[in-house]
């Protein structure tokens, strides 16, 4: 059984940057995906940004793109997303998510992804 931990949220003025990690244990080889979704209050879970742990492809939703990347560091299963310039926007649970790999046009579907962490809340002030 695939399990996430995520670590590194927090509260940061609007601006900041803060990195969110998610370490990974239990038949990783079975969820070559690895995403990041978020939730606000009263809003659905948004795609934020996707990798796998082969290969260097790398996905981001629309609000993110040019502020967050997303990494991985195989050695210790461990996948990261870097979050710069944050906007009270950005406000939310964070989440992690593993998938089986449905190619690309499914990367942001947040139905594919079958394991989840249990979420690292950041919040971004003015």
């Known amino acids: 059984q695939v399990r996430l931990v995520e670590s590194g949220g927090g509260l940061v003025q609007a601006g900041g940057s803060l990195r969110l990690a998610c370490a990974a244990s239990?038949?990783?080889?079975?969820?070559?995906?690895m995403g990041w979704f978020r939730q606000a209050p009263g809003n659905e879970r948004e795609f934020v940004a996707a990798?796998?742990?082969?290969?260097?492809?790398?996905y981001y939703g629309d609000s993110v793109k040019g502020r967050f990347t997303i990494s991985r560091d195989n050695a210790k299963n461990t996948v990261y997303l870097q979050m710069n310039d944050l906007k009270l926007d950005d406000t939310g649970t964070y989440y992690c998510?593993?998938?089986?790999?449905?190619?690309?046009?499914?990367?942001?579907?947040?139905?594919?992804?079958?394991?989840w962490g249990q979420g690292t809340q950041v919040t971004v002030s003015s």
């Open positions: 998510a593993a998938s089986a790999d449905y190619g690309s046009f499914a990367i942001r579907d947040k139905y594919k992804y079958v394991n």
């Open positions: 239990g038949g990783t080889f079975s969820r070559p995906v």
């Open positions: 990798t796998k742990w082969s290969g260097g492809s790398t």
